[in-house]
């Protein structure tokens, strides 16, 4: 017998227990992967669904799949490792890059996932996904504490965030993150702002971080940079705010009454 004939029949050999603690290694799995263990693709559905019925294993999707920590009848994935299975180029964006760095101050039901492939919005565990167009790849890396995570580092995070918060979170929310940053690399929001290129970004981004300049870290020169980029249109900071509103020449915005002191004192943005 040859020595491939004998790996394979070693591999059909595979017991089920031993199947559970190699596939515990992974925080999601594949089918493609429980395949390598056992050496055909019937054999891996085999084992699949006896550790299914078992409970030792739960799907998440479709060819997402999990092990069940005994201790705690839960997966053992994250909300953001599932995020991240999702497809080859999935990562972690916005608010939800905010509560992954512990910025937030509310922990939404919901996981914010970008990536370059469309999926449809789904749930597990009362927990929404919800797909976000990717428009750049740049400021995007896998954490090194955390296996199978992807995610926006913090420069990419505030801007997308700022760029996006009248959809997702609110001006609010987005100010409590803020609050919490201690340094960001003007460098880097530079690079990402200029990819976006988008007059309104600029003035947002440069207005909102101007508020935060020494406590973040960010010299005069980056607020003079988006200053230089906003040109003569005049915007609204909160879309949807139409009233009680007050006209900053400087950032040629209308921006809510009162709107630092209000969030700074832990009360609701008056729009």
């Not at 469309?118 to 750049?136: G, L, W």
């Not at 009248?166 to 460098?187: S, T, V």
């Amino acid at each position: 017998m040859d020595m491939k004939r004998i790996i394979s029949k070693l591999k059909k050999g595979v017991r089920l227990v031993d199947v559970f603690t190699k596939l515990a290694k992974y925080p999601v799995f594949t089918i493609d992967d429980v395949k390598k263990l056992v050496g055909s693709e019937k054999t891996a559905y085999s084992k699949l669904g006896r550790l299914m019925k078992k409970n030792l294993v739960k799907k998440i999707r479709k060819n997402i799949y999990s092990v069940v920590n005994p201790a705690t009848g839960q997966i053992v994935a994250t909300r953001y490792q599932i995020a991240c299975a999702i497809n080859e180029t999935a990562y972690i964006s916005h608010h939800s890059a905010f509560e992954y760095y512990g910025l937030a101050n509310q922990v939404f039901y919901e996981v914010y996932v970008s990536s370059e492939s469309k999926f449809n919005h789904f749930e597990y565990d009362y927990v929404t996904y919800k797909y976000i167009a990717s428009k750049m790849s740049e400021g995007v890396f896998e954490a090194k504490n955390t296996t199978g995570l992807r995610i926006t580092d913090m420069e990419r995070t505030v801007v997308d965030s700022v760029k996006d918060f009248n959809k997702i979170g609110g001006l609010e929310e987005l100010l409590n993150c803020l609050e919490g940053i201690q340094y960001l690399d003007e460098y880097k929001l530079k690079q990402y702002l200029d990819i976006y290129n988008t007059q309104a970004l600029y003035q947002r981004v440069g207005f909102l971080l101007n508020h935060y300049r020494e406590k973040m870290q960010l010299s005069k020169d980056f607020i003079e940079y988006c200053k230089g980029k906003i040109g003569k249109s005049r915007l609204y900071l909160v879309s949807q705010a139409k009233k009680d509103n007050f006209y900053d020449s400087e950032w040629e915005l209308m921006v809510p009454r009162g709107l630092f002191e209000i969030t700074d004192q832990g009360g609701d943005i008056l729009v």
